[in-house]
């Protein structure tokens, strides 16, 4: 794949690690961000990375604040890092539809990284693109805002977090993003593209799993926070919370959406 492009909507905990290695893989990469924030990101960005206590540095990229800047441009693949509740949002809604009509006539594949009952449909209802075009993802590595007040333990250097715009761990095996299939052959095309940073890595599951994972993820995460995001060991000590989590997940599995396999 020779320059391929890719468009990556927000400029935050999400798209800057996931643009971070999409740039190291050599892609042609531009964010689309909200009106005033292109000073705060067309410089160049340093992110801070918990694997090895180092800061990477990401750059020779463009800043757009508008999709009507877009016309005239083609991309190989839009990644839309808006949570659910924001992609449905006034604003949210008036970017999908602008950059609806920046892309609709082409052949990008659009990844959405929104959760949510109905997220996938709204998509697809303001971009007007066909289903096949439409895949969901989501970071497979943990990461943040450097501006987040979290404690730091060693060796992390609170120096160069300061530095930072944001922060990324990655995951076992290097994981770094998850997507899935619904569309095999793009699905592949984008795996192969991040997979050739070298140091990150996409896996693929296919869309009824990834529809399952990312409903009944949830629940744990809202143990996690009743617990005050402690260690993962240390949430599920907690027997009577974590018995609420896993009766949620039992719930969430039962819905008529998820079919017999998952009920």
Same mark, same amino acid.
């Given at each position: 794949m020779?320059?391929?492009? =890719?468009?990556?909507?927000?400029?935050?905990?999400?798209?800057?690690? =996931?643009?971070? *290695?999409?740039?190291?893989?050599?892609?042609?990469?531009?964010?689309?961000?909200?009106?005033?924030?292109?000073?705060?990101?067309?410089?160049?960005?340093?992110?801070?990375?918990?694997?090895?206590?180092?800061?990477?540095?990401?750059?020779?990229?463009d =800043?757009?604040?508008?999709?009507?800047?877009?016309?005239?441009?083609?991309?190989?693949? =839009?990644?839309?890092?808006?949570?659910?509740?924001?992609?449905?949002?006034?604003?949210?809604?008036?970017?999908?539809?602008?950059?609806?009509?920046?892309?609709?006539?082409?052949?990008?594949?659009?990844?959405?990284?929104?959760?949510?009952?109905?997220?996938?449909?709204? *998509? !697809?209802?303001?971009?007007?693109?066909?289903?096949?075009?439409? !895949?969901?993802?989501?970071?497979?590595?943990?990461? *943040?805002?450097s501006?987040?007040e979290?404690?730091?333990?060693?060796?992390?250097?609170?120096?160069?977090i300061?530095?930072?715009?944001?922060?990324?761990?990655?995951?076992?095996?290097? !994981?770094?993003?998850?997507?899935?299939?619904?569309?095999?052959?793009?699905?592949?095309?984008?795996?192969?593209?991040?997979?050739?940073?070298?140091?990150?890595?996409?896996?693929?599951?296919?869309?009824?799993?990834?529809?399952?994972?990312?409903?009944?993820?949830?629940?744990?995460?809202?143990?996690?926070?009743?617990?005050?995001?402690?260690?993962?060991?240390?949430?599920?000590?907690?027997?009577?919370?974590?018995?609420?989590?896993?009766?949620?997940?039992?719930?969430?599995?039962?819905?008529?959406?998820?079919?017999?396999g998952?009920?």
């Amino acid at each position: 794949m020779s320059e391929p492009a =890719v468009l990556i909507v927000g400029a935050g905990a999400t798209g800057l690690p =996931v643009g971070y *290695h999409l740039r190291l893989a050599g892609a042609e990469l531009t964010f689309l961000v909200r009106p005033g924030r292109k000073p705060a990101v067309e410089f160049p960005q340093r992110l801070y990375c918990y694997d090895d206590a180092s800061l990477r540095t990401l750059d020779g990229y463009d =800043v757009v604040e508008d999709a009507a800047e877009l016309a005239g441009r083609s991309f190989n693949f =839009v990644l839309i890092t808006l949570d659910g509740h924001t992609a449905r949002t006034e604003q949210g809604t008036a970017m999908l539809r602008g950059l609806g009509d920046a892309i609709r006539d082409s052949d990008a594949i659009v990844i959405m990284c929104g959760f949510g009952v109905g997220v996938r449909e709204h *998509h !697809l209802r303001e971009l007007g693109i066909a289903d096949d075009r439409l !895949l969901h993802g989501f970071l497979g590595m943990l990461s *943040h805002q450097s501006s987040a007040e979290l404690p730091v333990h060693p060796p992390t250097d609170p120096a160069r977090i300061a530095e930072s715009t944001a922060c990324y761990r990655h995951s076992p095996g290097k !994981l770094g993003f998850r997507l899935e299939s619904g569309n095999p052959a793009a699905a592949k095309r984008f795996a192969e593209l991040y997979n050739s940073s070298g140091e990150s890595r996409c896996t693929l599951m296919s869309r009824p799993m990834d529809d399952i994972f990312s409903k009944v993820a949830f629940p744990v995460y809202g143990a996690c926070e009743l617990m005050g995001w402690a260690d993962f060991a240390t949430v599920a000590k907690n027997k009577e919370l974590w018995r609420l989590a896993c009766d949620a997940q039992r719930e969430i599995l039962t819905l008529p959406q998820h079919g017999w396999g998952a009920g």
